[in-house]
Nanobody
């Protein structure tokens, strides 16, 4: 079993920045992709970003490309999401996910473990 814990959410004005963290613990295994999703009120959970175990391969949703950066520190079993130029439409609960089991990275069903989420609110 793997536990994921997100942190770093909060309230920020449009144009501002936040950095989210997700720490993994438990039986994490030797290597695993990690990702970020988000869910706004009344909407389905949507893919944000994905990172390979080595950190060499990234993939972003078009809506965040150029503004968000996913990275990881394998020594700390932690993945980060640096969010710049935030917009009100980025307001959502952000979730990290690990252990991808399917090539369809944008599907929530492709990921094995999930955190509890952290709220990000961007005011206009």
């Amino acid at each position: 079993q793997v536990q994921l814990e997100e942190s770093g959410g909060g309230l920020v004005q449009a144009g501002g920045s936040l950095r989210l963290s997700c720490a993994a613990s438990g039986r994490t295994g030797s290597s695993y992709p990690m990702g970020w999703f988000r869910q706004a009120p009344g909407k389905e959970r949507e893919f944000v970003a994905r990172l390979s175990w080595s950190g060499g391969t990234t993939y972003y949703a078009d809506s965040v490309k150029g503004r968000f950066t996913i990275s990881r520190d394998n020594a700390k079993n932690t993945v980060y999401l640096q969010m710049n130029s935030l917009k009100p439409e980025d307001t959502a609960v952000y979730y990290c996910a690990s252990h991808l089991r399917s090539p369809r990275v944008v599907d929530t069903s492709s990921w094995t473990y999930w955190g509890q989420g952290t709220q990000v609110t961007v005011s206009a």
